[in-house]
């Protein structure tokens, strides 16, 4: 950020009367306001391609009424959204039911700060990065725990409590799978975790190739992380046999649609820090993005970044329409017999191996041997 | 220091003391929770104005993410949980008063009284990796210490919420065949 800035104050000399903070100011505001534009397609396109996606597997044809094979559903969904009644139930408590959507799509929203989208396409790159990431998506914990209570709707509270549960328990084995990444680039900065694959190719200096440990750390992660953002096996807390539909059970209207958006976001949000920690991030195949001219380095490898990120979104949803979900108990048994032991072992594991063969992965090594 | 930076830190200021009262008057106990968040939120932007970037995130993770959600599971638990009117009634005023200017007299001697180690302003530094290192070689003890009080802790808890009648096996957690 204040890099851009300073580069912009030397591009454009009038500028350098005006005060810095006004400049990183606006320069903040208009990086928001073009995630915020990214997220909001994301949410509407994504709910398109997730329907379709359902419609493939269970052989059905899935929308297909507005635009040409029903890509325009998205739009009238919006609209639909935007104009529907707001209703609030009668002994519901307002306030709060007013204020959890916010709270949930801000701690979703919160996440796109830090993701690396490109060679300089970041937002802000925290020297915490990772940290950061699990510290503002615990928000949207608090936000559906009041969304259930604040609806005065005994389905609503009891979504909302399996779904504070679920998300606060996964929390331990998506933070642990991620660690191999931060103890192989040696910093929580996701730009640096990025910078790190950049080796061999750039694909097998991916971390996902870099020892066996770091291999099954990337399916740990993706399993905790469709449990954190309650996607099938893991959607107990939206049940719809079971509890009608969750924590939302009793928004309409744009309320709704914040809830719906956030859902997306965080779907985005895990695939982009798996693709950041594992699959090399914006570091294009065969090609060197960094040493390219800065226009096409940033265009091609934000490409990267987000056709890696859409494919795992993909495999996100196809997970979604394949398996059955889980019980409460076999959920939490789950999370803290399996994954978290393993996560645990995984992460001594990369540990040792980083000791033992003094931070070279298996690509390097037998690169080396070919001298 | 200049404007904007005074401005903000009022700004974080206000929110927190703001939100800690609402804390102690609010009536309801549910909303006496959000308020806390608030106060937690704006201690982790004077962490950010003190460039703790990591103490920061960590009050979130640990105080929004952790306890504030253990205090809403415990008001959603405690009783009559369909009623969105719980309350929190005002009692022993006194006791409360007494027990409570003693700690504030007694927090404000010591802030007044100690000689805190103060650094002229420095840019923004990573702060990271420096606590990481404090943690592993000068307060080690004192770090291990608060990790075996911890797990004590949680082996207390496991073994509190155990259903009775059952302890001892291992069969707590198996299906129902």
């Avoid at chain 1, 890099?3 to 505001?29: C, D, Q, R």
């Avoid at chain 1, 503002?136 to 209570?149: C, I, K, N, P």
């Avoid at chain 1, 999370?335 to 594991?349: H, M, Q, R, S």
């Amino acid at each position: 950020m204040e890099s851009f800035v300073h580069s912009l104050v030397k591009a454009v000399p009038v500028l350098s009367g005006v005060p810095m903070w006004t400049l990183t100011l606006t320069a903040m505001i208009l990086s928001a306001a073009v995630l915020l534009v990214f997220a909001l397609t994301f949410g509407g396109v994504g709910s398109y391609v997730l329907r379709k996606v359902a419609g493939d597997i269970q052989a059905r044809i899935g929308p297909n009424r507005v635009g040409p094979n029903g890509i325009l559903q998205f739009l009238a969904d919006g609209v639909k959204l935007v104009l529907k009644e707001d209703i609030i139930p009668a002994k519901a408590d307002r306030f709060l039911f007013a204020l959890a959507p916010y709270f949930v799509f801000v701690g979703s929203f919160a996440a796109f700060v830090v993701l690396p989208f490109g060679v300089g396409l970041i937002a802000s790159d925290l020297n915490i990065g990772v940290y950061y990431v699990m510290a503002v998506t615990s928000l949207v914990v608090v936000g559906v725990l009041l969304a259930g209570w604040a609806s005065n709707n005994k389905w609503a509270l009891l979504g909302g409590m399996r779904a504070a549960a679920q998300i606060v328990s996964y929390e331990i084995p998506v933070g642990m799978a991620l660690m191999p990444a931060v103890l192989i680039a040696g910093s929580l900065s996701l730009q640096d975790i990025v910078r790190s694959q950049g080796g061999l190719l750039g694909v097998f200096g991916w971390n996902l190739f870099h020892n066996p440990f770091t291999f099954f750390s990337f399916f740990l992660y993706f399993t905790a992380a469709q449990a954190e953002t309650n996607q099938t096996p893991f959607d107990l807390p939206e049940a719809e046999s079971e509890l009608v539909s969750g924590y939302n059970v009793e928004y309409s209207g744009i309320r709704f649609g914040f809830f719906f958006l956030a859902e997306f976001g965080d779907m985005f949000v895990v695939a982009a820090l798996a693709t950041a920690c594992f699959l090399g991030g914006w570091h294009i195949p065969f090609l060197h993005a960094e040493a390219l001219p800065a226009f096409w380095g940033n265009l091609l490898s934000l490409g990267a970044f987000l056709a890696k990120a859409f494919a795992l979104v993909l495999v996100m949803m196809w997970i979604r329409w394949t398996l059955p979900r889980l019980r409460v108990d076999q959920l939490m048994r789950m999370a803290w017999k399996y994954l978290v032991p393993l996560t645990f072992v995984n992460l001594l594991g990369v540990s040792l191996w980083l000791l033992i063969f003094k931070g070279k992965g298996i690509p390097q090594m037998i690169a080396s041997l070919f001298g | 220091m200049n404007g904007p930076a005074d401005l903000i830190f009022y700004i974080l200021a206000a929110l927190t003391v703001g939100s800690a009262i609402l804390v102690a008057i609010l009536p309801n106990i549910v909303y006496s929770a959000i308020a806390l968040l608030f106060a937690f939120a704006g201690v982790a932007g004077l962490y950010v104005f003190l460039s703790a970037d990591f103490l920061a995130a960590t009050q979130v993770l640990v105080y929004v993410g952790g306890i504030l959600i253990l205090i809403l599971f415990a008001v959603f638990l405690s009783h009559r949980i369909s009623d969105v009117k719980l309350s929190n009634p005002a009692r022993f005023h006194w006791q409360a008063a007494f027990i409570c200017l003693s700690l504030f007299g007694v927090l404000s001697y010591t802030v007044v009284s100690t000689s805190f180690p103060v650094k002229p302003g420095t840019v923004y530094q990573p702060s990271t990796a420096e606590i990481g290192e404090l943690l592993m070689t000068r307060y080690l003890l004192p770090f291990e210490v608060a990790s075996v009080l911890l797990l004590a802790a949680l082996i207390g808890a496991a073994l509190l919420s155990r259903p009775e009648g059952r302890k001892g096996t291992s069969s707590d957690m198996e299906e129902p065949k």
